[in-house]
């Protein structure tokens, strides 16, 4: 089976290159990452047409997260327990839920698509709300795989955070001044991981970007950024056979400035009886 996720800003936008990807690469699952439209304005058409159906969770205008999948989609939910809200100029436990979260079951996996608050500026309310759901997420997934050791699970999305040093090469960020590459952002991840879930892709890509700016010609540069990543408890990681950054989502007309993340993973009876596209 094949996993992957993608940040598309703009799923109306984008949805012919987005659709066009999948069947060329034969994708199984996608969870996708700031949609930018309700569940009645997303292009279900292009989708069901290529074989794909679809779980949506949308709001507005901004953030929103979406699976195709050619295999069904179960036990879905638009939220985990714990998650916070937020509406700036309000404080409290009781703000709204943005369309930030979406789990499903796809045969016996548990696979989140997630877009992890930004986080604007150090010192920003959304920084400290960046901080908060990463808490959230975290005391969440520890509890899940207490509960269920054996659980297949994956956290895939855009996370907003480069972890490492060598994931970021963008010179507008700043260490200790800069979102993304903050120590409280760092050491927010870590915890993630320290949770029960690990980076599945990098032991097989240890290098390359996820996302780079429109602007400054940080793509021509390779001034970008690793933010988009899958984190997999043992046994999804245990499958995971390949992975791979499509680089070359980056190019051409209209591109998102975040490009899909795949991995392979080999079920337990799985004969690979995915179809096959001429």
């Not at 794909?52 to 195709?68: C, D, S």
């Not at 903050?182 to 870590?190: D, H, L, V």
């Not at 940080?218 to 990543?229: A, H, L, Q, V």
Request: aromatic share 10%; with cysteine; charged share 25%.
């Amino acid at each position: 089976m094949r996993i992957a996720t993608w940040n598309v800003n703009s799923i109306r936008t984008r949805v012919g290159r987005v659709v066009d990807w999948m069947v060329r690469e034969d994708i199984d699952v996608l969870a996708m990452q700031e949609i930018k439209c309700k569940p009645e304005q997303f292009p279900v058409d292009a989708f069901e047409e290529a074989g794909y159906e679809l779980a949506i969770h949308g709001l507005n205008q901004w953030n929103g997260v979406a699976f195709a999948s050619r295999h069904p989609l179960e036990d879905v939910a638009t939220s985990f327990p714990g998650m916070p809200g937020f509406q700036k100029g309000l404080e409290g436990p009781d703000q709204p839920l943005e369309a930030r979260a979406l789990g499903v079951t796809v045969n016996e996996q548990r696979l989140w698509s997630l877009y992890v608050p930004n986080g604007r500026a150090l010192g920003d309310p959304h920084f400290h709300y960046k901080l908060d759901w990463y808490a959230a997420l975290t005391e969440h997934t520890r509890a899940e795989l207490a509960a269920n050791p054996e659980l297949a699970l994956a956290l895939m999305g855009d996370f907003n955070v480069a972890p490492l040093e060598g994931d970021m090469g963008d010179p507008s960020f700043t260490p200790g001044l800069s979102t993304h590459v903050s120590e409280p952002e760092r050491a927010a991840f870590a915890a993630l991981e320290a949770a029960g879930v690990s980076d599945v892709v990098r032991p097989l890509v240890p290098e390359g970007y996820t996302f780079w700016d429109y602007k400054q010609l940080r793509f021509p540069r390779n001034e970008g950024m690793r933010i988009d990543f899958i984190l997999g408890s043992p046994a999804f990681a245990d499958a995971v056979t390949d992975a791979s950054i499509h680089r070359d989502e980056r190019k051409g007309d209209a591109p998102s400035d975040h490009v899909p993340v795949v991995v392979d993973v080999e079920l337990d009876g799985d004969d690979d009886d995915r179809p096959m596209f001429y």
